[in-house]
């Protein structure tokens, strides 16, 4: 057959090959996904599964949750990952309630078409990581990432503790974290944890498609809730964010409160997600995207979507070929990633439209030999969710591509296409309505091992959503560098960089990138809520210089960009390595009636400077205000 220019490699070694889907699928197994799996962990989802139902022994769930707990409660740069999984049903009674804590890299979920079918009675809960004197002092929840609760109902009972921590169900968290499709009841949830030793910090996380209870923020000091119910909120600290969210908190007084409130959300599409069918059968419900919504999406049944069964997927474990799941991808399968850590030295290339790439338990792909671990054409309808991607040890030019950006088939507005090229392959085909999504997607460089990238998350599709992602250069780590020491060996120079039109960004984490964060270059795009810091680590001023500028800014809008909305926007500094290093602005923007700032801050965590929040206007955010932000309420300033 000729080899058609741009269709991926492995479509012409399967051919070679003479291999059919009915092969892949016996090879991997998937064609025993019809049938329901056994009770507890299951071969199906690999071993770091487990999978409850409401016969299970309550005293055996708990022994299970609590012993997978203390092995990863300070296993911040640990290489295990789990999921558990419940089945439709009540678990833990009254008296004897089911109270769960969750450590890292750890994802508790119900399996429930609605949030309503799965009860848990009890605690789903986060506290402080105390850090020094033995596990006594410097509580705080700074660190406390990569952890997942999603589609289920909670009902608040602490029977059985003791004091504080009886007031409330605590869900301390920082980047990293989503709490997502959640129905609380029977008592408050507390977003910090003030019952252990202080200083009690958080930095900022994320809450979609929940019903909440009165809810205290305490010192998380940037948040988003989004598509959600709440009773109440108390707290603001330094930016809470709310996009179409019932009983949200007026934000005319900004910033005090510093309060940002949308009506309704722009652009938003919920996190794909598994449950069992009436007939025991494993589902992913994969939710359609909608603009300016409110509320939560299973209100009135059903999450509007499609169901995809789980005998579609790919189910792939840490050490199966990349050759052999890009086959699968290749021939129509969808793409569902186990929990652990995949060594990814060649590119998974998805490259179909409306295909679903799922991780469960934070799966993890770490590049090896500079490759990029996630590659996704530009094609319409493409779900990346709950994956975390690591640079390895060699540079890689980039961990996730969405859309290449000099690529086959890429042509100009109206022109065009050739008639020989197929039109799922036409570059620059994207939909408005139906636009690639990346969930929880989180990317890191540095940390559990040396990491090296050029650019951490480039998109240069049109019509994409980004629901949730940290972009995350490592400010720490196992390696024992000094600050000097990781600025020259884990090394990222841009965070995320959006070249595509009509990109949506809701909860955009990015921090500690050597050069800019985020440069946003594309037209009409809109961000809700951006957080960043600055990297902690340049040596000198020679070394955090923009040319002839001082440092590079937190956020970045390309200069011919004409029509650009961000709402409620931090960047923070703490030069910890040089105090006296300056960055001349935190937000750099083109002077555009179009390109628009709504709630933005820069603020000094006590080292470093910086000049002024955007383009030359607003104070400095210097030593003389450490954790006092200075705010700007528009930009250009009416």
């Known amino acids: 057959m000729t080899h058609i220019r741009g269709i991926p490699r492995v479509i012409g070694r399967a051919l070679a090959l003479g291999l059919v889907l009915a092969t892949v699928t016996a090879a991997t197994g998937t064609a025993a996904v019809a049938g329901p799996p056994p009770t507890s962990t299951t071969s199906l989802l690999g071993p770091n599964v487990t999978v409850f139902d409401p016969s299970t022994p309550l005293s055996e769930i708990q022994a299970k949750l609590d012993a997978t707990h203390a092995a990863q409660v300070n296993a911040e740069m640990g290489t295990n990952r789990y999921t558990f999984l419940f089945k439709p049903g009540t678990y833990g009674t009254a008296e004897q ?317 109206g022109a065009k296409r050739s008639a020989n090229v197929p039109p799922v392959l036409a570059g620059r085909f994207s939909s408005p309505s139906n636009p690639t999504t990346l969930n929880d997607v989180y990317f890191r460089i540095g940390g559990p091992h040396v990491g090296k990238t050029n650019i951490a998350l480039e998109v240069n599709s049109d019509n994409v959503l980004i629901d949730h992602t940290w972009v995350w250069r490592g400010d720490h780590g196992v390696e024992g560098f000094t600050d000097t020491e990781r600025w020259n060996t884990n090394t990222g120079r841009y965070g995320a960089i959006i070249n595509g039109d009509d990109v949506t960004a809701t909860g955009l984490f990015v921090e500690h990138f050597q050069r800019y964060n985020t440069i946003w270059n594309g037209e009409r795009g809109t961000v809700v809520l951006y957080q960043n810091e600055l990297p902690y680590d340049p040596p000198t001023q020679a070394d955090w210089m923009n040319g002839s500028v001082e440092g590079y800014a937190g956020y970045k809008v390309g200069d011919k960009v004409k029509n650009h909305t961000l709402y409620g926007a931090g960047v923070y500094v703490f030069n910890q390595n040089n105090p006296s290093i300056h960055t001349e602005n935190g937000f750099e923007v083109p002077e555009r009636p179009g390109v628009k700032l709504h709630h933005i801050m820069t603020v000094n965590l006590s080292a470093g400077t910086i000049d002024h929040v955007v383009n030359g206007v607003g104070e400095a955010a210097d030593t003389t205000k450490i954790g006092a932000p200075v705010y700007i309420a528009e930009y250009p300033i009416p």
């Not at 959600?228 to 600290?237: D, R, T």
């Not at 090896?368 to 996704?376: F, K």
């Open 97 to 413: 309630p089911l109270q769960i804590k969750v450590g890292y890299y750890t994802e508790v979920a119900g399996l429930g078409a609605s949030p309503t079918d799965v009860v848990i009675n009890g605690k789903v809960e986060v506290y402080n990581r105390c850090l020094e004197g033995g596990g006594t002092s410097n509580c705080l929840a700074l660190v406390n990432f990569w952890r997942t609760l999603s589609n289920l109902t909670l009902n608040i009972n602490a029977t059985g503790q003791e004091g504080c921590y009886a007031s409330a169900n605590f869900w301390a968290v920082s980047q990293a974290v989503s709490l997502r499709r959640m129905n609380i009841t029977g008592g408050g949830l507390s977003l910090m944890d003030y019952c252990t030793a202080g200083p009690q910090y958080a930095s900022g996380g994320f809450i979609a498609d929940s019903r909440l209870p009165a809810t205290t923020n305490g010192s998380q000091q940037q948040w988003l809730t989004r598509n959600s119910e709440i009773a109440g909120w108390s707290n603001a600290v330094w930016n809470q964010v709310f996009a179409g969210v019932i009983g949200a908190p007026d934000d005319s007084a900004f910033p005090n409160p510093p309060y940002t409130t949308l009506e309704t959300t722009p652009l938003s599409r919920e996190k794909p997600y598994l449950f069992v069918d009436a007939k025991g059968r494993y589902q992913v419900r994969v939710p359609s995207a909608h603009r300016n919504t409110s509320g939560v999406s299973w209100a009135n049944g059903l999450t509007p979507g499609r169901t995809i069964p789980l005998s579609d997927f790919y189910v792939a474990k840490p050490g199966d070929s990349v050759l052999k799941i890009n086959l699968a991808l290749a021939l129509g399968k969808h793409l569902l990633l186990t929990p652990g850590v995949y060594d990814i030295a060649r590119s998974i290339e998805v490259w179909r439209p409306n295909t679903v790439v799922l991780g469960l338990g934070h799966a993890t792909l770490t590049a090896v030999n500079g490759s990029i671990p996630l590659d996704v054409a530009d094609v319409p309808g493409v779900i990346v969710a709950g994956v975390t991607i690591d640079a390895g040890l060699k540079e890689s030019p980039v961990l996730l591509r969405v859309g290449k950006k000099h690529g086959f088939g890429r042509h100009e507005r």
